[in-house]
């Protein structure tokens, strides 16, 4: 069990600038989840997918963002045209399959942006 | 709408006290509740978990929490702090019998640790 990967860690961009973040999650959990973290402020969901399918997308999540999950198995989130107030942590996590009493999402390390 | 409210923003307390971090929810019924932990740039460790059962939680590094249902709580407890226990510290929220949907979460509670 290797945990829940993210890459890059860091990430700095210019305003106007389309990024993309990859998640590895925990090999054979189905659900796959995308969070923001802004300073001083708890997580936020963004989005989830169970297996390949996008489930439910947070009302932050603006048009400018999307997440993909096309195999099932790693995921990525695109932001287009980067602005300053998408400067944040970007966390990901994985939890067992769906129906399983008590799934717990495990967190991988986060990609921290900055816009300039 | 599910919500956390961790009231105290920072907490610093002497290697060696006692900790308790305070957390409560709203939500209309008895949700799922973790206490997760988070070092400086990192991502979230899960400290411990409360599903149902015993109202008394134990957890990783020596951490517990106790569900109390009438007052909404579910405060983190630790009897000795140590120095590496600095960080921030989130309760979060999910709704019954849906541990895999996305956690709620509160604002967070940093602790700091002085000799």
């Known amino acids: 069990d290797t945990g829940v990967s993210q890459d890059p860690r860091h990430k700095i961009t210019k305003r106007g600038q389309n990024v993309t973040f990859r998640c590895d999650p925990i090999?054979?959990?189905?659900?796959l989840y995308w969070y923001r973290q802004t300073l001083g402020q708890g997580p936020e969901f963004l989005t989830y997918?169970?297996?390949?399918?996008?489930?439910?997308k947070s009302r932050l999540l603006s048009d400018r963002f999307s997440a993909e999950r096309p195999k099932g198995s790693f995921s990525t989130l695109e932001i287009q045209r980067t602005e300053q107030g998408d400067s944040a942590m970007y966390l990901c996590a994985s939890s067992p399959q769906a129906g399983t009493v008590g799934g717990t999402q495990y967190f991988g390390p986060g990609t921290r942006l900055l816009v300039l | 709408a599910q919500s956390v409210t961790q009231p105290d923003i920072h907490i610093t307390v002497s290697e060696g006290a006692s900790l308790e971090l305070r957390c409560n929810y709203s939500?209309?019924?008895?949700?799922?509740l973790f206490w997760y932990v988070q070092s400086p740039g990192q991502g979230l460790q899960l400290l411990l978990k409360?599903?149902?059962?015993?109202?008394l939680v134990q957890g990783i590094k020596g951490f517990e929490a106790e569900f109390k249902r009438s007052q909404s709580s579910f405060n983190l407890r630790k009897p000795s702090v140590h120095w590496s226990d600095a960080a921030e510290y989130f309760c979060a929220v999910a709704p019954m019998n849906s541990g895999n949907t996305p956690l709620v979460f509160g604002k967070g509670t940093r602790l700091s640790v002085i000799a």
């Open positions: 409360y599903f149902s059962g015993d109202t």
């Open positions: 997918f169970q297996n390949e399918a996008q489930l439910e």
């Open positions: 939500y209309g019924a008895t949700p799922y």
């Open positions: 090999s054979e959990h189905n659900r």
